[in-house]
T-cell receptor
Framework: DAMVIQNPRYQVTQFGKPVTLSCSQT?????MYWYQQKSSQAPKLLFH???????NEADTPDNFQSRRPNTSFCFLDIRSPGLGDAAMYLC??????????????FGPGTRLTVL | AQSVTQPDIHITVSEGASLELRCNYS??????LFWYVQSPGQGLQLLLK??????LVQGIKGFEAEFKRSQSSFNLRKPSVHWSDAAEYFC????????????FGQGTRLTINP
């Protein structure tokens, strides 16, 4: 009965080779988020989707893109991974503002290694 | 700008001892506050949250936290820790801007001595 699923759990890519991380949810939540968490650091929000509306954080590099083809799925694309992009990438979901007493539900994360 | 400070990077306590993890926030309005726990290589699990009302909040796994507006604090407590509580703990403030955006503190790593 997993609610937020991330695939793969571990991803290895080469410097400069595009990579896509996947997130799916069974909660039917309107909002999906992507966070980057580097080693021994706090998660940092990259962007989120509110339904089909994409909201980028001001300091998210252009190298990071996202797609949400439907309510259940959201993808994180890293166009040209650098060594500094090695991190845990966390997907989360939530209900929107009208349910602001709700919380975010996190997936287990995908650990990205860049060689 | 909104921010969260967790002053203690690493804390070690003995099994059965009490625990308090500190969290201070900076936010202009009434904050939505959260504590999450993260085991190694895993995602984040919500321990408890505060939105309004009673300032002492009960969570899962025997944890509680107290919101103190005058001190801008939201400290996490547990009366008696178990070895399975060893993990990273993150305090976060939630910004409600259409979606619910979380700003996390740096985290406190908890080690339990047998």
């Amino acid at each position: 009965d997993a609610m937020v699923i991330q695939n793969p759990r571990y991803q290895v890519t080469q410097f400069g080779k595009p990579v896509t991380l996947s997130c799916s949810q069974t909660l039917n939540h309107n909002v999906m988020y992507w966070y980057q968490q580097k080693s021994s650091q706090a998660p940092k929000l990259l962007f989120h989707y509110y339904d089909k509306d994409f909201n980028n954080e001001a300091d998210t590099p252009d190298n990071f893109q996202s797609r949400r083809p439907n309510t259940s799925f959201c993808f994180l694309d890293i166009r040209s991974p650098g060594l500094g992009d090695a991190a845990m990438y966390l997907c989360a979901t939530s209900r929107p503002l009208t349910h602001n007493t709700d919380t975010q539900y996190f997936g287990p994360g995908t650990r990205l290694t860049v060689l | 700008a909104q921010s969260v400070t967790q002053p203690d990077i690493h804390i070690t306590v003995s099994e059965g001892a009490s625990l308090e993890l500190r969290c201070n926030y900076s936010y202009g309005a009434t904050p939505y506050l959260f504590w999450y726990v993260q085991s190694p290589g895993q995602g984040l699990q919500l321990l408890l949250k505060y939105f309004s009302g009673d300032t002492l909040v009960q969570g899962i796994k025997g944890f509680e936290a107290e919101f103190k507006r005058s001190q801008s604090s939201f400290n996490l407590r547990k009366p008696s820790v178990h070895w399975s509580d060893a993990a990273e703990y993150f305090c976060a403030v939630g910004l409600i801007q259409g979606a619910q955006k979380l700003v996390f503190g740096q985290g406190t790593r908890l080690t339990i001595n047998p």
